[in-house]
C-alpha cells in the first residue's frame, strides 16, 4: 500500500545475518562504552596523568588500522540456507566460552585503577570488534561478539 | 522443525531472564539506591538481546510470521481489543491489589521494575522472534496500564 514504509527490495537471507551482525556489533559497541562510563564513576577515577590518556587509544587503533590495512579479507561470508545441527552446537559452545572469558576480562577491568589503563584496555576490545566486524564476516565472528556481549552483562548483573 | 527450535529458544531465553531477574529480587532491591543498583538493572534488561541476535542468526530460515499487509489487516482488530482490555485489567488488578492490602506500589518499587523489565524482555523476544501482533497488543498493554498506574492513579 505505501511506499514509504516497504522494504526497497526483497532480502536474502545473507543479507539479513549481515543486519543481525551489525547490530550485535552496535549492542557491544554500547555496551563497552556504558562499562566505561559506569567504571569511571562507580571507582571515580581521576586524570593524574594528562598525556598519558590522550595516548592510551592508540596503542590499539594504531596496530589495527595497520592490520585492517595490509590483511586480506578472512570472511567466508554468510552463509544463505541453515546451519547444520553440529555447527551449532560448536559455535554455541563458542559463545559460552567466550562469555566465561569474558566474564573474567570485566573483573580484570574493575581492578585496574588508572584511567589511562582502563580507557586502552577498553579500546583494545573495541579494536577486536571492529576487527571481527570488518575482516571476519562469518558465524564464528558473530559467537565472539555475543560471548563478548553477554560476557560483560554477566559481570555487570551477578558479579559486579 | 524450525518452529520448534524457535520456541525452545524463545522458553529457554524466557527462563534465563526470570532466574535473573529471581536473583535480582532476592538481592534484596528493595529500593533502586546507588549507581551499581542502576547498573545492574540496565545490564538485566539487556541481557536476553544479545542471545536473541545470535538465536536469530542461526535460526534464519522459515522465519516466522511474514510481516506482510495481510498478516497486519488480519490482525489489526483483535490486537487493539487485546490492547485496551489488558489496559483495563492491569489498572483495575493493581488498583484492587493496592486497595485489598492498603499498601501503595510505590513502596515496593521492585514489583513494579520486575513487571516493567519482563515485558520489555518479552516485547524484544516478541519483536525479533515473532513479531506476533495479538502478543503485542497483550505486553503494550501491560507496559501501559503500569505507566497509567504509576503516574496518573497514585497520588
Given at each position: 500500500?505505501?511506499?514509504?514504509?516497504?522494504?526497497?527490495k526483497?532480502?536474502?537471507?545473507?543479507?539479513?545475518?549481515?543486519?543481525?551482525?551489525?547490530f550485535?556489533?552496535?549492542?557491544?559497541?554500547?555496551?563497552?562504552?556504558?562499562?566505561?562510563?559506569a567504571?569511571f564513576?562507580?571507582?571515580?577515577?581521576r586524570?593524574?596523568?594528562?598525556?598519558?590518556?590522550?595516548?592510551?587509544p592508540?596503542?590499539?587503533?594504531?596496530?589495527l588500522?595497520?592490520?585492517?590495512?595490509?590483511?586480506?579479507?578472512?570472511?567466508?561470508?554468510?552463509?544463505?540456507?541453515?546451519?547444520?545441527?553440529?555447527?551449532?552446537?560448536?559455535?554455541?559452545?563458542?559463545?559460552?566460552?567466550?562469555?566465561?572469558?569474558?566474564?573474567c576480562?570485566?573483573?580484570?577491568?574493575?581492578?585496574?585503577?588508572?584511567?589511562e589503563?582502563?580507557?586502552?584496555?577498553?579500546?583494545?576490545?573495541l579494536?577486536?570488534?571492529?576487527?571481527?566486524?570488518s575482516?571476519?564476516?562469518?558465524?564464528l565472528?558473530?559467537?565472539?561478539?555475543?560471548?563478548?556481549?553477554?560476557?560483560?552483562?554477566?559481570?555487570?548483573?551477578?558479579?559486579? | 522443525?524450525?518452529?520448534?527450535k524457535?520456541?525452545?529458544?524463545?522458553?529457554?531465553?524466557?527462563?534465563v531472564?526470570?532466574i535473573?531477574?529471581?536473583?535480582?529480587?532476592?538481592?534484596g532491591?528493595?529500593?533502586?539506591?546507588?549507581?551499581k543498583?542502576?547498573?545492574?538493572?540496565?545490564a538485566?534488561?539487556?541481557?536476553?538481546?544479545?542471545?536473541?541476535?545470535?538465536?536469530?542468526?542461526?535460526?534464519?530460515?522459515h522465519?516466522?510470521?511474514?510481516?506482510?499487509d495481510?498478516?497486519?489487516?488480519?490482525?489489526?482488530k483483535?490486537?487493539?481489543?487485546?490492547?485496551?482490555?489488558?489496559?483495563?485489567?492491569?489498572?483495575v488488578?493493581?488498583?484492587?491489589?493496592?486497595w485489598?492490602?492498603?499498601q501503595?506500589?510505590?513502596d515496593?518499587?521492585i514489583?513494579?521494575?520486575?513487571?516493567?523489565?519482563t515485558t520489555i524482555?518479552?516485547?524484544?523476544l516478541?519483536?525479533?522472534?515473532?513479531?506476533n501482533?495479538?502478543?503485542?497488543?497483550?505486553?503494550s498493554g501491560?507496559?501501559?496500564?503500569?505507566?497509567?498506574?504509576?503516574?496518573?492513579?497514585?497520588a
Amino acid at each position: 500500500m505505501n511506499p514509504i514504509i516497504q522494504p526497497p527490495k526483497p532480502r536474502t537471507n545473507a543479507n539479513k545475518r549481515e543486519l543481525l551482525f551489525t547490530f550485535q556489533s552496535i549492542i557491544v559497541t554500547g555496551l563497552l562504552a556504558f562499562t566505561a562510563i559506569a567504571f569511571f564513576l562507580h571507582f571515580n577515577l581521576r586524570i593524574e596523568k594528562g598525556i598519558k590518556v590522550i595516548f592510551a587509544p592508540f596503542l590499539s587503533v594504531v596496530p589495527l588500522l595497520f592490520v585492517l590495512s595490509i590483511l586480506r579479507d578472512l570472511r567466508q561470508g554468510f552463509k544463505e540456507g541453515n546451519y547444520g545441527k553440529n555447527e551449532i552446537i560448536k559455535f554455541c559452545l563458542i559463545t559460552i566460552g567466550i562469555t566465561i572469558a569474558f566474564t573474567c576480562v570485566t573483573f580484570l577491568l574493575t581492578k585496574i585503577d588508572a584511567l589511562e589503563i582502563l580507557l586502552a584496555a577498553i579500546m583494545a576490545i573495541l579494536s577486536i570488534v571492529f576487527f571481527l566486524r570488518s575482516k571476519i564476516k562469518d558465524i564464528l565472528g558473530m559467537s565472539i561478539i555475543t560471548g563478548i556481549a553477554e560476557g560483560i552483562i554477566v559481570y555487570m548483573i551477578f558479579l559486579f | 522443525m524450525q518452529l520448534k527450535k524457535l520456541n525452545t529458544a524463545f522458553i529457554i531465553t524466557i527462563g534465563v531472564s526470570v532466574i535473573v531477574f529471581v536473583y535480582l529480587v532476592f538481592l534484596g532491591y528493595d529500593e533502586i539506591k546507588t549507581l551499581k543498583d542502576v547498573i545492574k538493572i540496565i545490564a538485566s534488561i539487556l541481557f536476553p538481546i544479545p542471545l536473541l541476535f545470535f538465536v536469530r542468526f542461526i535460526l534464519i530460515e522459515h522465519f516466522l510470521p511474514e510481516n506482510t499487509d495481510a498478516y497486519k489487516l488480519q490482525h489489526q482488530k483483535p490486537a487493539t481489543i487485546l490492547l485496551v482490555v489488558t489496559i483495563i485489567i492491569g489498572v483495575v488488578s493493581m488498583q484492587g491489589v493496592e486497595w485489598v492490602t492498603g499498601q501503595k506500589l510505590e513502596d515496593h518499587l521492585i514489583f513494579a521494575h520486575l513487571i516493567n523489565s519482563t515485558t520489555i524482555s518479552s516485547y524484544v523476544l516478541n519483536y525479533i522472534l515473532y513479531n506476533n501482533l495479538r502478543v503485542n497488543g497483550i505486553l503494550s498493554g501491560v507496559l501501559l496500564s503500569l505507566a497509567i498506574h504509576v503516574f496518573f492513579l497514585t497520588a
